[in-house]
């Protein structure tokens, strides 16, 4: 039985109050931003890190995790990648579907802020590298359940293609709320793995479902086949 094992077996016979409970997971907590030096509650830090050990857990060179509110995300040395963008997300497990959908994996987004800025828009054309996780809340909260890798130029260009795009529709729909006079919407832009999936070719793209690499065709083949099961509450 592993360390963690123990431990869980150890927390699993416990009975605390809610105090106790809300105390043990600020000292984890506590302990788990002292050891990676980051605080891991704070702007999804935690789903950062996790995303970043699955992908060295599969890969065969080293992703960078690059803590922090700003500032690229991740860096790939061995890639020559200075400039990593990571986005993750979640998804509610509906109650009568078990299993990973087609709406789910195109609908994982990345949002990116202050579009209206110039340095802001040319900084999202910057990144050599984009990361997209899914998290269920259903399941579990520390490991992605998929996440979308790319680092070739091609793939990289396909997906600053897309940001160009929603950046000049984004920048075009505010300049006509303001001419009339209605309420300026929120200045970022979405962008979803359905906006890119059906362009970016196999050999540009890493997809992991449950932290096994997987091909694209054959992961969507899953998807239709609906044999991308979801068990409640597991860890794979």
């Known amino acids: 039985m592993s360390q963690v094992e123990q431990i869980m077996e150890h927390i699993n016979n416990l009975s605390l109050s809610d105090e106790e409970y809300l105390s043990l997971w600020g000292c ?6 002292e050891v990676y030096g980051c ?3 704070d702007n999804y830090a935690y789903r950062e890190k996790s995303t970043v050990s699955t992908l060295n ?3 065969n060179y080293l992703v960078k995790h690059l ?10 040395p061995e890639l020559g990648i200075e400039k990593g963008e990571l986005k993750t ?3 509610v497990l509906k109650k009568t579907i078990s299993y990973f959908r087609l709406k789910d994996f195109e609908s994982i987004t990345g949002e990116f802020d202050k579009q209206l800025d110039d340095l802001r828009r040319e900084e999202c054309l910057e990144y050599n590298s984009f990361t997209f996780s899914s998290y269920c809340h259903n399941w579990s909260f520390v490991d992605p359940l998929a996440v979308i ?7 990289v260009e396909i997906i600053r293609e897309v940001i160009k795009k929603k950046q000049k529709e984004k920048i075009k729909l505010i300049q006509k709320q303001k001419e009339l006079g209605k309420k300026v919407s929120r200045d970022s832009i979405l962008v979803k793995v359905g906006d890119f999936i059906n362009d970016i070719p196999d050999e540009d793209i890493i997809i992991l479902w449950k932290k096994r690499r997987i091909k ?5 083949s899953m998807i239709i086949k609906k044999e991308t099961i979801i068990e409640e509450g597991g860890l794979y």
Do not use: A, Q
Request: aromatic share 8%; proline share 5%.
């Open 28 to 33: 984890i907590t506590l302990k788990l931003n």
């Open 39 to 41: 605080n891991m509650i």
């Open 57 to 59: 857990s599969i890969l």
């Open 67 to 76: 803590p922090g509110r700003s500032g690229p995300d991740y860096e790939i």
């Open 89 to 91: 997300n979640t998804f």
């Open 149 to 155: 890798h790319i680092t070739t130029k091609n793939g």
């Open 216 to 220: 694209k065709e054959e992961f969507l």
